[in-house]
């Protein structure tokens, strides 16, 4: 781990071949920030913070050793940017390599571009926020839960015209990050599409992504608009990004080179303005060293990586997302009911492989088979205990992460519940065919729940 000093946030350092990356965490200490303005740095390994001088000054940001601001990043130029804090608080680009933008807009070199409070400023890959500091501000090692901080850190980089990689286990909540972030956006009035790279053999992947002529291939019947083409002037989010095959990478790499997608069977391309979101539970760089993710690919999607803890991490925002799922369930099954002080500690002490999709389809399903208006541990179905008592079937809180197999077995359950346990349609959403579907449920045990 490497952390600088007066950051908020810290990041490990790897490198994949000459290239620098990092991941940004969000577990660190911070240096009081009451009483003033400040300017707040983050990037792919790590973040800084610098107090705003006084009206009138200036200062230059950078990656030479003089500037006030040094942010020693691959994408920052020696020195810059200006910024000087008049009425209002300017940035002027000093003929940088990469770039400066303002909330999204070029910063043409010479030129004193406005911003204020709250406004994203790219630097290179670096995105540079002011904050108006007040001395009623919480710091960020106060009470505030990590999932808090995580948003207050995708809001940050939404306003931003970055790619977004979110990494994670299955079922932490990032396509609910990954809508967040085209919310927070400027893009929040165009289109959000989502595709499963996992889930589609890979030319129907690719006749979705990229769209199709009529004639192209067997059965289309008629010509398809793309994914890529519906998202124009929004955002795509690939999810599980990490399973598209090394083809479809490879195509996909052109559309963001040009910003222009072909159909299949096309003759002329057309163009796509989109901002990519991806999202994996893998390791990228270690599937780019390993040749099954295309490094230059990777590098154009690693705008910024964040990564999503597990729940597990997470164990003081377990009551909050069980109220809040409760509630939900009673909506959509029309019963009243609570959670007594038993079941609330069998759903803290267990250690949630599935993390909050598995917790949403416990309380769910524990609603739905209730025998009575509270709901006590006993009355609790965890995925592996259907008609066991929940008490005798939670895992301590200590224990480690899932045995081999079982975070196999927990995303089979899952895709299951999400599909009313219809196996033809729980194969799709898993990327797999139903006879290998059958294997598995062979394999790990797994009947049909009984009502």
Excluded at 47 to 62: R, T, W, Y
Excluded at 222 to 237: D, N, P, V, W
Aim: hydrophobic share 40%.
């Amino acid at each position: 781990m490497r952390t600088r000093r007066g950051s908020i946030i810290t990041g490990a350092l790897t490198r994949t071949g000459d290239e620098p990356t990092a991941t940004v965490s969000l577990y660190s200490g911070t240096p009081s920030r009451r009483g003033g303005a400040y300017f707040e740095a983050l990037w792919g390994g790590g973040s800084a913070v610098l107090p705003a001088p006084a009206p009138g000054g200036d200062f230059v940001v950078g990656r030479g050793e003089t500037c006030a601001f040094r942010i020693d990043h691959k994408s920052v130029s020696r020195r810059h940017a200006r910024v000087r804090m008049g009425d209002p608080v300017t940035i002027e680009d000093l003929g940088s390599h990469n770039g400066t933008r303002v909330d999204g807009a070029i910063v043409a070199p010479g030129t004193p571009t406005p911003i204020g409070a709250g406004s994203t400023i790219e630097v290179g890959s670096v995105v540079i926020v002011l904050r108006a500091a007040s001395p009623a501000e919480p710091r960020l090692d106060e009470d505030t839960s990590v999932m808090s901080r995580l948003e207050q850190l995708v809001d940050t980089v939404a306003r931003s015209s970055l790619a977004v990689v979110l990494l994670g286990e299955t079922g932490v909540g990032k396509t609910r990050l990954a809508e967040r972030v085209h919310k927070e956006s400027r893009r929040a009035e165009g289109a959000f599409v989502q595709i499963n790279c996992a889930a589609l053999p890979e030319g129907l992947l690719e006749s979705e992504l990229f769209g199709h002529e009529r004639g192209a291939f067997t059965g289309a019947a008629a010509a398809k608009r793309g994914l890529l083409q519906e998202a124009h002037g929004g955002t795509i989010f690939l999810d599980e990004i990490g399973e598209m095959p090394l083809t479809t990478q490879s195509k996909l790499l052109r559309v963001i080179e040009s910003g222009e997608v072909r159909r299949i069977g096309a003759t002329r391309p057309s163009s796509v303005d989109v901002r990519y979101v991806s999202a994996t539970n893998r390791a990228l760089r270690v599937a780019v060293d390993a040749g099954q993710f295309r490094a230059d690919l990777f590098f154009r999607l690693d705008g910024i990586s964040i990564t999503v803890p597990p729940l597990r991490e997470r164990k003081g925002e377990i009551r909050q997302l069980s109220a809040q799922f409760l509630e939900e369930a009673m909506r959509e099954l029309g019963k009243n009911a609570s959670l007594g002080p038993d079941a609330m500690e069998a759903l803290e002490r267990h250690p949630w492989p599935g993390n909050v999709r598995e917790l949403r389809n416990v309380v769910h399903r524990s609603l739905l088979l209730a025998p009575g208006p509270v709901l006590r541990a006993r009355d609790l179905h965890f995925a592996e205990s259907f008609g066991k008592s929940a008490a005798g079937a939670s895992v301590p809180a200590t224990a480690a992460r899932p045995i081999e197999g079982e975070e196999e077995r927990e995303r089979i359950l899952v895709a299951l519940d999400a599909c009313a346990w219809n196996q033809t349609r729980a194969a799709k959403r898993l990327g797999i065919s139903r006879r290998t579907l059958v294997d598995r449920l062979g394999k790990y045990r797994i009947q049909r729940p009984r009502s």
